[in-house]
C-alpha cells in the first residue's frame, strides 16, 4: 500500500514533470514565433508603408497596428484552438463575470501588450527581431525587482549573482557604443532611438505581466487565463488606443492602414501563423506556471531565443551580431543562477492551492 507521503512526492515528480514539458513547449514555439512576427515587416501592406505619414512615426504607427492586430487573433487562436478545444468555454465566460480575478488577467494584459508587446515590435521594425528576443531576457530583473517591493521578496546571494550576470548579458545585448553610432548614423531609420526605448518597454512590460499573473494563477484556471489575458489586451486597444492614434493620424487613414492589412492574403497568413505560435505559446506558460513556479517557468522558457536565432537565420537569413549571441548566453545562464536551487526539485515546487 501507498503511504500518503510516496503518493505527495510521486504527484510533485509528475507536476515537475509536465512544468518541464509545457515549459519546453512555450520555448519552441516562442522562439520560432519571432520568424512571423518579424516577416509582417516584409510584406503588403507594411513593406510599402505610404499613408501620407511623416517617416519619422511610420514604424511607430506600424508597430501600434501590428500589435492591436496581433492581440486580436491572438485572443480569437486561443479561444478556437485552446479554450473552446478544451471544453472550457463555459468557464471562459463565468471567469470574466468575477472581476476579483479578471481584472487581474487584464491588467497583465495591459502591462503585458501595449507596452511588453508594442516594445517587442517596435525593437524589430527599428533594429531587429534577434535583438527584441535576447532583450527579453531582462525580464527576470524587473520580475525580482518588482516582487522585492511589492512582496517583500527577499534577495539571496544567489539570486543576486544570477541577477548581475543577467545585467551583464543585457549590457551586452544593448551594446552603448553601437547603440550610440546607430543613433547618430544619418543613414539609420529616423526615429531608431524608439526601437531602443522599445527594448525597455520589452523588459518592464513582461516583466511587471509576470508579476501580475503569478499573483491570480492560484484562484484561476490556466487554460482560460491567457485566453482572456488576450481578450482584455485587444480590448484595450480597439476600445481606447487605436482611436487615440486616429485622433493623431486621422481616422480615415487609420482606417485604410486597418483595411489593408485585414484584406492582405500575406499580411493575414503571417499574422494567423504568429497567433498560432507567440499566442499558443501562452498556453503553455500559464499551464507552466503553477507547476514549476514562475521563476524555474522564466528560466526554462528563455531558451526561446537561441531557437529564435536559429529559425531567424534559416527562415529569414538574418544574421546574427556576435555580441547579441553572447550577451544572450550570458543572461540565460545568469537566470539559471538566480532561480535555481540546489538539491530535489520537486520538494521546491510550491503547492497549488485554491484560496484567495
Known amino acids: 500500500m501507498v503511504s500518503i507521503e510516496e503518493l505527495s512526492a510521486l504527484t510533485k515528480k509528475k507536476r515537475v514533470r509536465w512544468g518541464f514539458v509545457w515549459g519546453i513547449l512555450c520555448a519552441l514555439l516562442w522562439g520560432f514565433g519571432y520568424v512571423p512576427v518579424s516577416a509582417l515587416w516584409s510584406v503588403e501592406p ?5 499613408y501620407g505619414i511623416d517617416e519619422s512615426i511610420a514604424y ?11 492581440a486580436l487573433i491572438f485572443a480569437l487562436c ?3 484552438l485552446w479554450t473552446v478545444v478544451s471544453g472550457k468555454a463555459r468557464d471562459y465566460v463565468r471567469t470574466w463575470s468575477k472581476p476579483r480575478i479578471s481584472k487581474w488577467l487584464i491588467l497583465a494584459g495591459l502591462f503585458g501588450g501595449p507596452l511588453g508587446t508594442f516594445g517587442c515590435n517596435l525593437a524589430i521594425g527599428y533594429i531587429g527581431a534577434d535583438f ?23 534577495l539571496s546571494k544567489r539570486a543576486i549573482i544570477g541577477l548581475c550576470i543577467i545585467l551583464g548579458g543585457g549590457l ?22 524608439l526601437g531602443y526605448i522599445g527594448s525597455v518597454m520589452i523588459t518592464i512590460g513582461m516583466g511587471i505581466e509576470g508579476f501580475v499573473v503569478s499573483r491570480v494563477m492560484d484562484v484561476t484556471d490556466s487554460d482560460i487565463s ?4 488576450y481578450a482584455g489586451e485587444a480590448a484595450i486597444w480597439f476600445i481606447i488606443l487605436l482611436p487615440v492614434t486616429g485622433c493623431f493620424i486621422g481616422f480615415g487613414t487609420l482606417a485604410d492602414i486597418l ?22 505559446c501562452y498556453a503553455g506558460l500559464y499551464k507552466s506556471y503553477p507547476l514549476l513556479g514562475v521563476g524555474r517557468t522564466l528560466s526554462i522558457t528563455t531558451l526561446y531565443v537561441p531557437i529564435s536565432m536559429v529559425a531567424l537565420f534559416v527562415f529569414m537569413g538574418q544574421s546574427i551580431m ?11 545562464a545568469g537566470t539559471f543562477v538566480m532561480y535555481w536551487e540546489s538539491g530535489n526539485l520537486a520538494d521546491s515546487v510550491r503547492d497549488v492551492r485554491g484560496d484567495d
Open 60 to 70: 511607430l504607427v506600424i508597430s501600434i497596428v501590428i500589435t492591436a492586430i496581433q
Open 78 to 80: 486561443l479561444f478556437l
Open 226 to 229: 491567457a485566453s482572456i489575458r
Open 46 to 50: 507594411i513593406a510599402s508603408f505610404d
Open 322 to 332: 556576435w555580441w547579441v549571441i553572447a550577451g544572450a548566453i550570458i543572461a540565460i
Open 172 to 193: 551586452i545585448v544593448l551594446n552603448p557604443v553601437n547603440m550610440i553610432d546607430n543613433i547618430m548614423n544619418p543613414a539609420s531609420p529616423d526615429g531608431i532611438a
Open 259 to 280: 483595411a489593408d492589412c485585414f484584406t492582405s492574403p500575406g499580411f493575414m497568413y503571417f499574422a494567423v501563423l504568429s497567433g498560432c505560435t507567440l499566442g499558443l
Open 132 to 154: 527584441a528576443a535576447a532583450m527579453g531576457l531582462l525580464t527576470a530583473v524587473t520580475g525580482a525587482i518588482i516582487g522585492r517591493i511589492f512582496n517583500k521578496e527577499k
